[in-house]
């Protein structure tokens, strides 16, 4: 039992739960609008606290690729074609301490008396597994799953794909990673993966894959 939390639940039935621990909840949700291949969006993260970054698109297809320069996190997205990326909205979610206090409501302290929840904080919906554990033709880059609602998924590396590059009469190695995709289409969203590099009009042979057997990880953002 513990000395201290609360449990409640909000109309959309996710849990406000603090049992000595503090929730995350949305920092925040920006839509990017890219009218040709995609690029690279700057994200407002600390790298001082857990944090969650899931994005989806309105266009199939678009990969996107967490890297960490430094500190500073970034999202590139782009589609395998070089096509038009459309909107791609990118969720962060973090530990905000303390939380902004509302007018009237609820607030909920920790123990140190920090305010760590209120009835306006958009609490964090928990992650959901795609993908069928021990069954590789459902895992990593051969997930490809309809879900019925409006999801965002992690950004997560399932594969690579590796050759041989022939022009002009020289050689030379090629690799694609392939990255995780959300595709929202209003209705229904479809998880998948998609390779982020293309050899263009070079020859590419000794073509392999590599896939990661994992579990892909998508989070509810119809209440955010």
């Known amino acids: 039992m ?3 939390g609360a449990m409640l639940v909000d109309e959309f039935g996710i849990p406000f739960s ?3 621990t503090t929730p995350m909840s949305l920092v925040s949700k920006n839509v990017h609008n890219f009218g040709g291949s995609g690029g690279v969006i700057n ?23 967490l890297d960490n320069n430094g500190g500073a996190y970034t999202l590139t997205v782009g589609t395998l074609a070089g096509g038009d990326v459309g909107n791609v909205t990118v969720y962060i979610f973090g530990i905000v301490i303390p939380q902004p206090k509302p007018a009237w409501g609820i607030a909920i302290n920790n123990a140190q008396g920090q305010c760590i929840l209120t009835n ?18 459902d895992l990593g880059y051969n997930i490809d799953t ?3 609602g409006n999801y965002a998924v992690m950004p997560q590396m399932t594969g690579l794909m590796v050759g041989v590059i022939h022009s002009g009469g020289a050689t030379r190695p090629f690799q694609s990673p392939i990255q995780t995709y959300a ?12 390779q982020t590099t293309s050899p263009g009009g070079d020859q590419l042979e000794n073509v392999g894959y590599a896939n990661s057997n994992d579990l892909i990880y998508v989070i509810d953002v119809s209440s955010y």
């Open 120 to 137: 306006e904080t958009k609490v964090m919906n928990p992650p959901v597994a795609v993908g069928t554990p021990g069954n590789p033709a």
């Open 2 to 4: 513990a000395n201290y």
């Open 43 to 65: 994200l407002a993260v600390s790298v001082s606290s857990p944090f969650v970054v899931a994005f989806k698109s309105d266009v199939a297809g678009v990969y996107g690729r």
């Open 183 to 194: 595709y929202f289409n209003g209705a229904t969203t479809r998880v998948s993966s998609s």
């Open 18 to 20: 603090t049992p000595d």
């Open 146 to 148: 309809m879900l019925t």
